[in-house]
């Protein structure tokens, strides 16, 4: 699963992703619109970690996240078919918001975070109205030629597109059947991407409460709460900091900033939980390890994010939350108590479950 980071130039985008990725991109950035980053970062997860206390596995596994970072966007950025395929094989898009005071990095008029945001997203909306009028055209085209029930469908649905596209409004807000989603799934919406708003702001003596406040301050509450969006703040400067600094120096430099943990892992938090994704744990004396299945997903599909094997062969999931698991000690000591359950092909996957397979394979 990936994140498309985006953002107008000089927000701090790509040093935002070399932070989170660690990766080595030059200083110079993107040569061009075609160029794009990519990179991956770990997904924050202290049950993991307590986890891994408890059974002091031979290696600890925690899950991961893609993010592909892409030139500044823009309308004539967004005519480069190179640009426009890195940002449609993303499933999330992670807008940086520049706020931050730096005099020796320009700036094109005052700084505004809802304006710069609705610029860009109005971007994304020309794009995907371009698309869906050419499309439109070929579809009535073979309707002229032999009428289809698919060929009908698929034409009231890019005409709901088209209206809502009309009307501004981005295509994630556009309700939908799971069948219609299918249905357009392979046309890759750029507005129909669910959006993460990241606020960069400036470093300050009470960073932890301007962070927490970031949101509400720069009015960006609307956006955020639309369907499918979210919003938080970090500071890139301070995590640039934190990034070289080993975990006992980095939980003292946050804390005199009155933080417990920092933006860059509040972050990935929200691009994860934007993705659709909750964690469970498998947990043992070779490995304790985090794996992502998108909210909702059964038994059976948990386990064929272990191996394809395990799903097809699945019978039982040994269940249990991970801090009742914690609590009891051991599974031994859980499965004396009764915390520990046997569930079947319609059990639903909660986040923090730790699961053990049963199968025939």
Known sequence: ?????????????TSLFKILTKARVEEHGHANPREAHIGVARVPDQRLEKLSALYSPKKTTFANVEFVDV??????????????????????????????????IAHEGPLDPRRDAKNV???????????????????EKDLRKA?????????????????????????????????????????M???????LYVLNVSESATLGADLESAVSRYNLDALAQRPNAGATAICGKVEAELAEMDDAEAADFLESYGLRESGLVRLIRKSYELLGLISFFTAGEDECRAWPVPVGAKAPQAAGVIHTDLEHHFIRAETIRWDNLLAAGSEAAARAKGTLRLEGKEYVVHDGDVLHIRHSG
Not at 189 to 195: D, N
């Open 71 to 104: 030139a500044a966007v823009g309308q004539e950025a967004l005519k480069e078919t190179a640009y426009l395929t890195n940002l449609r094989n993303v499933d999330a898009l992670i807008h940086v918001l520049r706020v931050f005071d730096d005099e020796a």
């Open 121 to 139: 997203e109005f971007d994304l909306i020309v794009s995907d109205l371009d698309q869906v009028e050419k499309r439109l055209e070929r579809v």
């Open 189 to 195: 919406f750029l507005s129909q991407k669910p959006i």
């Open 147 to 187: 009428r289809t029930s698919d060929l009908e469908r698929e034409r009231v649905l890019l005409l709901r597109s088209k209206e809502c596209l009309e009307k501004e409004i981005p295509l994630r807000e556009l309700e939908m059947t799971a069948e219609e989603k299918k249905l357009i799934r392979g046309f």
């Open 1 to 13: 699963m990936k994140n498309g980071i985006i953002g107008l130039p000089q927000v701090g985008k």
